[in-house]
């Protein structure tokens, strides 16, 4: 276990490759796929020693209005990955995401690989189980996904060390994945330019984000940071899902030099007062609880989603 007051990683990370398709020996390749619709990047994080790879936080697209999944964005992936002649060891998810639908047993169906979430899922199923009014066929144990990674956990993507890092706040299931000199931290920081993570969902809290953001800017500098989202930022023209540790503690613009636990949490709290729902929060946290799975069929075959009212 790694304590929050404590060096997150008691080995030094190896040296930083440069941009995302860099490919030094040792480190960590890094291929992108990113979701307009959803503002969201799945990250194929491949070691290029033995080519395995682990897939991060990947989309199921979904038409709310007709009610319609399809694999667009996960059939990249999959051309991705296949092209590469890729194995895959890891379906990874940071978190259960409100803003867009996983894709991890989609995925997981064409090209294998071991699912795996946060122990703390347990929480976010118990909470959701309730709000949504899931009965006893809804196992809130953790069950859909095949492994719940504890804080500190150590595990490998082929030849490469990695570790599980616990860092709630947004939710209290939030994880982030260090692989070689690489962070995949799901929604905790935003670009420099852009800030932080809303808090504002059940189970959020600003303070423990705050810490666990601290959590993370404890690792080197040149720690490369592959973020879960972007919403581009004023004056910014462009798309980016990659920085550093060293650029997010100097230029973060919540949580720069300066910012006390204090004044983040009034800013975030006040800031999130003002934020509507997220477009697809409904059905995504009611599919992502289950791992991705749909719910199961009804009598008639065909498989439905809640919209509890007037509850968020």
């Known amino acids: 276990m790694v304590g929050a007051g404590s060096s997150m990683i008691d080995r030094p990370l190896t040296a930083a490759c440069g941009i995302a398709e860099a490919a030094a020996p040792g480190c960590v390749h890094v291929h ?19 080519g395995k790879a682990a897939i ?16 667009g964005c996960a059939d990249q992936v999959i051309a991705y990955v296949e092209a590469a002649g890729l194995a895959v060891e890891w379906l990874l998810e940071t978190h259960v995401h409100a803003d867009h639908l996983s894709a991890a047993p989609y995925l997981q169906e064409r090209l294998g690989g071991t699912l795996a979430i946060g122990r703390d899922i347990l929480t976010v199923q118990s909470v959701f189980g309730s709000i949504f009014n899931e009965g006893p066929d809804f196992a809130r144990d953790g069950s859909q996904f095949d492994h719940l990674l504890e804080d500190g956990e150590r595990f490998r993507l ?15 299931a939030d994880m982030a994945y260090i692989i070689g000199d690489t962070a995949f931290i799901g929604d905790t920081l935003f670009m420099p330019d852009y800030g932080t993570a ?38 910014r023209d462009r798309f980016v899902w990659q920085t550093t540790i060293g650029e997010e503690r100097r230029d973060n613009v919540h949580v720069h030099p300066g910012i006390t636990e204090d004044a983040f949490a009034a800013m975030r709290e006040a800031r999130d007062a003002t934020l509507g729902m997220p477009r697809l929060i409904l059905p995504s946290i009611q599919i992502n609880m289950r791992g991705g799975h749909l719910p199961e069929p009804e009598d008639n075959g065909t498989r439905y989603l809640k919209l509890p009212l007037n509850s968020l």
């Open 32 to 50: 992108t796929v990113f979701d307009e619709a959803t503002f969201t990047a799945t990250h194929i994080a491949r070691d290029p020693a033995t």
């Open 56 to 71: 991060i936080d990947s989309v199921l697209d979904f038409d709310p209005a007709s009610g319609r999944t399809s694999t």
């Open 158 to 172: 082929g030849s490469l060390d990695a570790i599980a890092l616990h860092v709630p706040g947004h939710t209290p």
């Open 198 to 235: 809303r808090v504002d969902f059940p189970g959020g809290d600003a303070r423990t984000l705050y810490r666990s953001i601290h959590r993370l800017l404890a690792l080197p500098d040149q720690t490369r940071v592959f973020l879960c989202h972007d919403y581009k930022a004023p004056d």
